[in-house]
């Protein structure tokens, strides 16, 4: 709906991306406050392997593993980790900033190639969104996982002008 609206009027992309984006984070907090409430009975529908394999992600990136999964294209299995972020009870605020950031971003890339090549638009993100949207989520990774290492680096260092 993003791309045919953008496509017919590029003059308005901003606000439909922003009406995208306000959509999509509300739905995914909905869904969040529905399975924290319901706990492990919303994983339910979803294989045991999966939902180890997201467990392990949330256990060792946090937040950080839903702001990628919510850049990624489908098939990608989103909606286990907007339901895992309510099961494992990921903080609401930094679960919601993560999901309005990686929507944003993707539905900005979205609206843009709509409003700058119309029908082409479909598509050139069928060709090229799954390497576009895995080379963003590498990029978010090695952005986080160089700053967690900086600030490590900067922890580590003694303090200089002090004498023994």
């Known amino acids: 709906m993003l791309m045919l609206l953008a496509a ?7 606000i439909y991306v922003a009406a995208a984006m306000v959509g ?3 739905g995914c907090v909905c869904l969040y406050l529905v399975s924290r409430r319901a706990g492990h009975r919303a994983l339910a529908r979803f ?8 467990k392990d992600l949330i256990d060792r990136y946090d937040v950080l593993s839903v ?3 919510s850049v990624l294209p489908p098939p990608f299995p989103f909606k286990l980790f907007v339901v895992s972020a309510g099961v494992f009870r990921l903080n609401l605020l930094r679960f919601t900033l993560a ?4 929507r944003t971003f993707r539905y900005l890339l979205e609206g843009y190639l709509a409003a700058r090549y119309g029908d ?5 993100l069928q060709r090229y ?5 895995i080379g963003l989520a590498v990029l978010i990774i090695v952005f986080f996982v160089g700053r967690n290492l900086m600030r490590r680096g900067r922890q580590a260092e003694p303090v200089s002008g002090v004498e023994s």
């Open 8 to 14: 017919s009027r590029p003059s308005w992309m901003l």
């Open 24 to 26: 999509s984070t509300a």
């Open 47 to 54: 294989s045991e392997s999966k939902q180890k394999r997201v």
């Open 67 to 69: 702001l990628v999964a």
């Open 99 to 102: 999901i309005a950031g990686g």
């Open 120 to 124: 082409q638009a479909k598509e050139i």
């Open 129 to 133: 969104y799954p390497a576009i949207g």
